[in-house]
């Protein structure tokens, strides 16, 4: 019994990560059709963001508040990734619209470059991030002990799906979104700026995984290639929901984390994670569009 | 019509113009002038045709210089213990240099990056020994990159000095072993914390060919000694989920963990650990391949009182050692530590050099015939080259990781231990019939 409370636990918390990371993805990719292979650098930014600040708290102010760098980081972690997220948008992405195989390719020069941009700025070695006092440890409820850190990235994520739901049906910048989504050419002839919304989105989608990278860096070591352990299974989660539905990615991110919690249970995590793509194949060999079809009245769907 | 081919020619000049700086961006530190021609880059796999051995006076790039290779991993999730290991052999080679050099000739050092990947490996030592035609390289780290690269260095008959403790059940004529064989450390360590009364092992490491060659020799070592195991897993290289792995040791109830996990993967596994609020206490564990190095990365509270196993620490008492790490900090900063693959490394540039001096010559065959019985004073003591097998005679010190974030010897071995590495002097391992993997 505590086994299966422990993997049910592990599965959320595995798929969290996992949605938080495609959140992002989700979003720009259903937007704009753009095959954003950076996406794994911007989460390494945010993990990186997090160290910045944590290096900030550690040397200039005194060691009581240091456990609020925590709080800091998050914020400070989607406001870098935005910004940069939106330089990119304006510099690269915007060019690329509707061309997937460009803006796949396009991406992955962007995302070698940030890597080595990392790099070389904060040397190739892996840099440390102590997890602040209020998360360190874990809860025990009887035999099982639920780390703190993985309650505070549960609740986190749900937070972030929460804000992501309200803004995209509850406000009109959403509705501008979503409606370009449909239908850009309709949503400009209502005078929507159509740009300017891609621009916003992107950013957006950015710094969702800037506040990823937060998350990652208390699991593990924080180094350049921190971004590409996470793209595989973010891409696997967008595609399996079904491109453009926030329901979709949600979905999908929890079938391939319970799956692969549950699996390696019996197996080792290597044969685990072929499993799960053994199953994310079948799945998308019945449902090639995902699990929700985003349907839309224009011709060329 | 014009335009389009105006447009074809403009198409043509840059292709042709990308290939150019393409053949010409070579990796960091080429120094002198290759001998080879410009385009070797793309060509390098195709051009294993003859692979007799080059004369090693060749690699006399200028009057008075001798080239060295420093292949190890810059990048991926093996940066994170490699990087230290390369500036080890950087230093070593700074303070040769300044003592005049091997043979009047200044050590030039030619560095490439494996990127924690063995195929890279393989492809950066043919490029070192071919193209930029150095006497020796020292490098690896990780067992696989070692056997990805063994086969070049046995075919170009070139020499590499590797490092780090390995799982033995090797002894290239290619190779020579400057880290602990199994019997110099795993084997004494599973001694040790039987003696300590741990009975129930639970194996932990990364899936490649040391953990799994090093679990084989440790569960006939644990049954030999009547105890038991009671688990066995494995996760990949750059493993950052380790809920599941953590729920299987605690359903296993082990009274100690074998962690023979490397690179970044240690580093989300003690978090994780902790998270659970699992300390040493708890449950005690015993690594082989974390450091001082790793220490750092990890965090020292978190890994306070867990047990390691080495040859070396940067607390090591000796005066060899305390000159060792005086000018380890003073050249690249006074928080670096050092750790037993940096002064292997360390030992390893200096037993080359008086190779060199004694055979009177950079050749291959003559240095490992000078090196046979050469006795070297290294950070950890003096230690011997066996002619026999390459490896070292090494004292084994069983330490403990304390909060200030050294490791402190709590056991070791009277003298030296001659290496082993077939194990062939121990009867269970014989009767276990334990085989390289590879």
Same mark, same amino acid.
């Given at each position: 019994?505590?086994?299966?409370?422990?993997?049910?636990?592990?599965?959320?918390?595995?798929?969290?990560?996992?949605?938080?990371?495609?959140? %992002?993805?989700?979003?720009?990719?259903?937007?704009?059709?753009?095959?954003?292979?950076?996406?794994?650098?911007?989460?390494?930014? $945010?993990?990186?963001?997090?160290?910045?600040?944590?290096?900030?708290?550690?040397?200039?102010?005194?060691?009581? #508040?240091?456990?609020?760098?925590?709080?800091?980081?998050?914020?400070?972690?989607?406001?870098?990734?935005?910004?940069?997220?939106?330089?990119?948008?304006?510099?690269?992405?915007?060019?690329?619209?509707?061309?997937?195989?460009?803006?796949?390719?396009?991406?992955?020069?962007?995302?070698?470059?940030?890597?080595?941009?990392?790099?070389?700025?904060? @040397?190739?070695? $892996?840099?440390?991030?102590?997890?602040?006092?209020?998360?360190? %440890?874990?809860?025990?409820?009887?035999?099982?002990?639920?780390?703190?850190?993985?309650?505070?990235?549960?609740?986190?994520?749900?937070?972030?799906?929460?804000?992501?739901?309200?803004?995209?049906?509850?406000?009109?910048?959403?509705?501008?979104?979503?409606?370009?989504?449909?239908?850009?050419?309709?949503?400009?002839?209502?005078?929507?700026?159509?740009?300017?919304?891609?621009?916003?989105?992107?950013?957006? @989608?950015?710094?969702?995984? %800037?506040?990823? @990278?937060?998350?990652?860096?208390?699991?593990?070591?924080?180094?350049?290639? #921190?971004?590409?352990?996470?793209?595989?299974?973010?891409?696997?989660?967008? #595609?399996? $929901?079904?491109?453009?539905?926030?329901?979709?990615?949600?979905?999908?991110?929890?079938?391939? $984390?319970?799956?692969?919690?549950?699996?390696?249970?019996?197996?080792?995590?290597?044969?685990?994670?072929?499993?799960?793509?053994?199953?994310?194949?079948?799945?998308?060999?019945?449902?090639?569009? @995902?699990?929700?079809? #985003?349907?839309?009245?224009?011709?060329?769907? | 019509?014009?335009?389009?081919?105006?447009?074809?020619?403009?198409?043509?000049?840059?292709?042709?113009?990308?290939?150019?700086?393409?053949?010409?961006?070579?990796?960091? !530190?080429?120094?002198?002038?290759?001998?080879?021609?410009?385009?070797?880059?793309?060509?390098?796999?195709?051009?294993?045709?003859?692979?007799?051995?080059?004369?090693?006076?060749?690699?006399?790039?200028?009057?008075?210089?001798?080239?060295?290779?420093?292949?190890?991993?810059?990048?991926?999730?093996?940066?994170?213990?490699?990087?230290?290991?390369?500036?080890?052999?950087?230093?070593?080679?700074?303070?040769?240099?300044?003592?005049?050099?091997?043979?009047?000739?200044?050590?030039?050092?030619?560095?490439?990056?494996?990127?924690?990947?063995?195929?890279?490996?393989?492809?950066?030592?043919?490029?070192?020994?071919?193209?930029?035609?150095?006497?020796?390289?020292?490098?690896?780290?990780?067992?696989?990159? !070692?056997?990805?690269?063994?086969?070049?260095?046995?075919?170009?008959?070139?020499?590499?000095?590797?490092?780090?403790?390995?799982?033995?059940?090797?002894?290239?004529?290619?190779?020579?072993?400057?880290?602990?064989?199994?019997?110099?450390? *795993?084997?004494?360590?599973?001694?040790?914390?039987?003696?300590?009364?741990?009975?129930?092992?639970?194996?932990?490491?990364?899936?490649?060919?040391?953990? !799994?060659?090093?679990?084989?020799?440790?569960?006939?070592?644990?049954?030999?000694?009547?105890?038991?195991?009671?688990?066995?897993?494995?996760?990949?290289?750059?493993?950052?989920?380790?809920?599941?792995?953590?729920?299987?040791?605690?359903?296993?109830?082990?009274?100690?963990?074998?962690?023979?996990?490397?690179?970044?993967?240690?580093?989300?596994?003690?978090?994780?650990?902790?998270?659970?609020?699992?300390?040493?206490?708890?449950?005690?564990?015993?690594?082989?391949?974390?450091?001082?190095?790793?220490?750092?990365? *990890?965090?020292?509270?978190?890994?306070?009182?867990?047990?390691?196993?080495?040859?070396?620490?940067?607390?090591?008492?000796?005066?060899?050692?305390?000159?060792?790490?005086?000018?380890?900090?003073?050249?690249?900063?006074?928080?670096?530590?050092?750790?037993?693959?940096?002064?292997?490394?360390?030992?390893?540039?200096?037993?080359?050099?008086?190779?060199?001096?004694?055979?009177?010559?950079?050749?291959?065959?003559?240095?490992?015939?000078?090196?046979?019985?050469?006795?070297?004073?290294?950070?950890?003591?003096?230690?011997?080259?066996?002619?026999?097998?390459?490896?070292?005679?090494?004292?084994?010190?069983?330490?403990?990781?304390?909060?200030?974030?050294?490791?402190?010897?709590?056991?070791?071995?009277?003298?030296?231990?001659?290496?082993?590495?077939?194990?062939?002097?121990?009867?269970?391992?014989?009767?276990?019939?334990?085989?390289?993997?590879?």
């Amino acid at each position: 019994m505590n086994q299966i409370i422990l993997s049910l636990f592990n599965g959320l918390s595995a798929s969290s990560i996992i949605l938080l990371t495609s959140l %992002g993805l989700a979003v720009t990719f259903g937007l704009m059709g753009v095959i954003n292979m950076a996406h794994g650098e911007f989460i390494m930014i $945010g993990a990186y963001t997090t160290f910045v600040v944590h290096e900030l708290f550690r040397l200039f102010l005194p060691r009581t #508040v240091f456990d609020f760098y925590y709080l800091l980081s998050i914020p400070a972690a989607f406001l870098v990734s935005f910004l940069i997220g939106m330089v990119l948008e304006k510099l690269v992405i915007s060019r690329l619209y509707g061309r997937e195989v460009d803006s796949l390719l396009a991406t992955w020069g962007v995302s070698i470059i940030l890597q080595q941009t990392a790099r070389s700025v904060f @040397g190739s070695q $892996g840099v440390a991030v102590t997890s602040p006092g209020f998360l360190s %440890g874990g809860l025990k409820l009887g035999n099982i002990v639920f780390s703190y850190n993985r309650i505070f990235i549960v609740a986190l994520v749900l937070l972030c799906l929460l804000l992501v739901w309200l803004i995209m049906y509850r406000s009109g910048f959403g509705s501008q979104m979503r409606a370009t989504m449909q239908n850009r050419a309709m949503a400009q002839s209502l005078g929507i700026n159509s740009r300017k919304v891609d621009s916003i989105t992107f950013a957006c @989608g950015s710094g969702l995984a %800037g506040i990823a @990278g937060c998350t990652i860096a208390l699991l593990g070591s924080v180094d350049s290639t #921190v971004g590409q352990n996470y793209i595989v299974n973010s891409f696997m989660a967008v #595609v399996l $929901g079904g491109v453009g539905k926030l329901l979709g990615t949600f979905l999908g991110s929890n079938i391939i $984390g319970f799956s692969g919690i549950f699996v390696e249970n019996f197996t080792s995590s290597s044969i685990a994670k072929a499993i799960v793509l053994l199953i994310v194949i079948v799945f998308l060999q019945k449902r090639p569009k @995902g699990l929700f079809v #985003v349907r839309s009245r224009a011709l060329d769907e | 019509m014009k335009i389009k081919s105006a447009k074809k020619a403009l198409a043509m000049l840059v292709t042709g113009g990308l290939l150019a700086m393409a053949a010409g961006c070579g990796n960091q !530190r080429i120094q002198a002038d290759s001998t080879q021609t410009g385009s070797a880059q793309v060509g390098d796999m195709a051009s294993q045709t003859d692979p007799e051995s080059k004369t090693v006076e060749s690699s006399l790039a200028t009057e008075g210089t001798v080239k060295v290779g420093l292949l190890h991993s810059l990048t991926g999730s093996m940066a994170i213990s490699e990087v230290s290991v390369r500036d080890a052999e950087l230093l070593a080679i700074e303070e040769i240099n300044a003592a005049g050099g091997v043979l009047g000739c200044q050590i030039v050092p030619f560095e490439e990056d494996g990127a924690s990947d063995p195929s890279v490996f393989a492809t950066k030592a043919e490029k070192l020994i071919v193209e930029t035609e150095v006497a020796t390289v020292f490098g690896c780290w990780t067992s696989s990159s !070692r056997k990805a690269v063994k086969q070049i260095f046995e075919d170009y008959e070139s020499l590499l000095w590797y490092p780090v403790q390995y799982e033995g059940m090797e002894a290239s004529p290619n190779i020579m072993y400057m880290g602990a064989a199994p019997n110099q450390q *795993i084997v004494p360590a599973i001694d040790y914390l039987a003696d300590q009364g741990y009975t129930k092992f639970f194996l932990l490491g990364s899936d490649y060919v040391f953990p !799994r060659t090093a679990n084989m020799i440790i569960k006939a070592q644990v049954e030999d000694l009547g105890l038991t195991t009671v688990g066995e897993e494995y996760a990949a290289m750059d493993q950052t989920e380790f809920s599941s792995i953590l729920a299987k040791i605690e359903e296993a109830q082990p009274d100690v963990i074998i962690n023979t996990l490397n690179g970044a993967s240690n580093v989300s596994f003690f978090k994780q650990l902790s998270e659970k609020n699992i300390t040493s206490k708890e449950l005690m564990t015993m690594s082989f391949s974390i450091a001082e190095e790793e220490v750092k990365t *990890i965090g020292a509270d978190i890994l306070s009182g867990h047990l390691v196993s080495w040859n070396y620490y940067q607390t090591t008492e000796g005066d060899r050692n305390a000159a060792f790490v005086k000018s380890y900090k003073e050249k690249f900063g006074a928080d670096r530590v050092t750790s037993d693959p940096a002064g292997a490394a360390y030992t390893a540039v200096y037993a080359w050099a008086e190779a060199c001096e004694a055979a009177g010559s950079f050749d291959v065959e003559a240095v490992k015939a000078a090196a046979a019985g050469l006795m070297v004073a290294a950070p950890e003591g003096d230690v011997v080259i066996n002619g026999d097998n390459q490896h070292l005679a090494k004292t084994v010190r069983i330490g403990q990781v304390a909060t200030d974030g050294l490791i402190y010897e709590i056991y070791a071995t009277d003298g030296v231990v001659e290496p082993d590495p077939y194990l062939t002097s121990y009867e269970w391992a014989v009767q276990a019939g334990i085989q390289p993997l590879e």
